[in-house]
């Protein structure tokens, strides 16, 4: 019963937890504002949805105990790396076949860009799997296994929570709905802002794939080690 009992508290906690720790600047809040705001509301949230999978899977398996697991997997650097090499490949995308395409559909004629829009690439594009984008980008985190280690292991030290499976699945349930919360709240205001934002909304293509090659390089550099 007592274990029972923690599942609310537990709940409560990740909620909290999972919010806030969402907030920072990150890949998925990049790609979750570009989509809002290029009017992909749907695909961003599914981003959303695929970033929070990966804490709440995350997060459930620290709270089991199976946190072992994991981090033989996580910590490995031929896993991290590509993980973090798919952000510059995924931000480089955006400059060079995105803006492109989205270039193309301000101006037929010839982007402000200097790019020459391909017809076929104004009308249709890429097939998305934008779930499949925030799983990636979730995971490339390279600090956010041990981060949520640390969380938990101080939770646990303060009795706020109990490693047990009610407690773990309280705790890993409402991380995901702390962060899909998040996203979700960010995806709402990008949406209502997009008609005011203009020319802004129009570049936040070409913002999104400098920032996102920003953060896999960095990535990259925390994975190996590089000083």
């Known amino acids: 019963m007592e274990a029972v009992a ?11 937890a999972g919010f806030i720790g969402a907030i920072p600047p990150g890949p998925l809040n990049v790609t979750c504002l570009r989509k809002s705001l290029q009017g992909h509301r749907r695909d961003a949230y599914r981003v959303a949805f695929g970033g929070a999978a990966v804490d709440t899977f995350i997060c459930a398996l620290i709270g089991l105990g199976l946190g072992w697991i994991l981090e033989k997997v996580v910590t490995n650097p031929w896993v991290k790396g590509p993980l973090a090499l798919f952000l510059v490949a995924y931000g480089a995308k955006l400059l060079l076949v995105d803006a492109r395409r989205d270039a193309g559909r301000t101006d037929p004629e010839k982007s402000r860009l200097g790019f020459t829009p391909n017809p076929s690439e104004a009308r249709g ?23 949520w280690t640390f969380f938990i292991s101080f939770l646990v030290g303060h009795r706020l929570f109990v490693p047990s499976p009610a407690g773990a699945g309280g705790f890993a349930l409402g991380v995901g ?24 909304a129009s570049r936040s293509t070409i913002f999104a794939g400098v920032l996102l090659v920003a953060f896999g390089i960095y990535f990259t550099f925390r994975t190996f080690g590089i000083p």
């Open 6 to 16: 923690a599942f609310p508290l537990a709940l409560v906690m990740g909620f909290l």
């Open 125 to 147: 594009g890429l097939v998305r799997l934008p779930v499949l984008t925030g799983l990636l980008q979730g995971a490339a985190n390279p600090a956010l296994f041990v981060n």
């Open 177 to 200: 709905i702390g962060v899909f919360s998040w996203f979700a709240l960010l995806i709402e205001l990008a949406d209502r802002w997009r008609s005011r934002a203009g020319a802004w």
